[in-house]
């Protein structure tokens, strides 16, 4: 638990110690135009798995990324006709994107849930602008209450849902109370992965065609809808105490491995750590083996993320 979270106030002084925790590594919640925002350095893996953990959030689904300007969002994502296009018609606004992650974007595999996109916004609201500019980097920002949970649209609904959780939370009065964003998938053809406050008729008039509309099954996943997380290539094996044959293990806690998710036995740190940690052992091309990951707290989303991974394939 956290001593005391900070009230801060939304004027120069109030942004500029929330941007400096941010960059601490810790969590602030802000406003947005439609709710209050968690948000935590998106490039920093401890501070996106401190957002889960605040939440209790129950699984890894893919987080936005919030970002002052699309000059930001080009600093992550691989830039195109059709995202210039929206950007120019929806920016800022409720419109999030979804765009193949660029070469050295620095963007914590937390956030994309080991998927090789990125969804990402610019918000209209003023505070969170300021915040975003002060920052000078990408922020994840789930809703700021506990999973499952009426989402905020004060301070005093952060702070019973938080308080003591999370660092700070900057207060700018209630947020206009709006739909979420709406989410575009533009990493292959034009897809409609989630509505929302921008309706899909207005930005198939902007690029002057039809969207794919998103099916459960479909490969490109964005955060709300997800269905499928990365896979590795070869099979996994969970609550593994000892390696059989050819495998590589993965281990947690004080154990003889691989490559360990936290030797310190740390679920934070773990959850960090996971995807890439499952990325770099798939290019072994052998056989994973997990060891037993405790099935409490941040746990129970590892372990849900790791049954994923280890579920038999599609034929």
């Known amino acids: 638990m956290i001593p005391t979270t900070l009230d801060l106030t939304a ?15 810790l969590l602030v919640a802000f406003a947005t135009e439609t709710v209050y925002g968690l948000g935590g350095d998106a490039r920093n893996g401890e501070a996106v798995a401190e957002i889960y953990e605040a939440k209790g959030r129950p699984s890894f689904n893919p987080l936005i990324a919030h970002v002052a300007s699309v000059e930001a969002a080009r600093r992550f994502v691989d830039w195109s006709d059709h995202a210039e296009t929206l950007a120019n ?44 500019a002060a920052f000078d980097g990408p922020v994840a920002a789930p809703s700021a209450n506990p999973s499952g949970q009426i989402s905020p649209t004060t301070a ?30 533009l990493a292959g053809e034009p897809t409609l992965l989630r ?41 996994v094996r969970l609550n593994a105490v000892l390696k059989q044959g ?5 281990g947690f806690g004080p154990v003889d491995c691989d490559l360990n998710l936290s ?17 770099s052992l798939n290019e072994t091309g052998r ?25 038999p394939r599609d034929s």
């Open 11 to 25: 004027d120069p002084d109030g942004i500029a110690r929330a941007a400096d925790l941010l960059r601490q590594g």
């Open 89 to 132: 018609a929806f920016w800022p606004g409720p419109l999030t994107l979804v765009l193949p992650l660029r070469d050295g974007h620095g963007i914590s595999p937390l956030v994309t849930a080991g998927l090789e996109t990125l969804a990402v916004r610019v918000p209209v609201h003023q505070t969170a602008r300021d915040l975003l």
């Open 156 to 185: 005093d609904h952060v702070r019973a849902g938080l308080g003591g959780r999370i660092s700070a939370i900057l207060d700018d009065g209630p947020c206009g109370v709006g739909l979420e964003s709406t989410i575009v998938g």
């Open 195 to 235: 509505p929302g406050g921008i309706a899909l008729e207005d930005i198939e008039t902007a690029l002057n065609t039809r969207l794919h509309l998103h099916q459960v099954g479909d490969h490109l996943t964005a955060p709300g809808q997800l269905q499928s997380h990365y896979a590795p290539d070869a099979p």
């Open 246 to 250: 050819e495998e590589v293990l993965l």
């Open 263 to 279: 030797e310190s036995g740390n679920l934070i740190e773990a959850a960090a750590n996971l995807f890439a940690a499952l990325h």
């Open 287 to 311: 056989p994973i083996a997990v060891s037993p990951i405790p099935d409490h707290e941040l746990g129970a989303a590892i372990n849900d993320r790791l049954r994923r991974a280890a579920a």
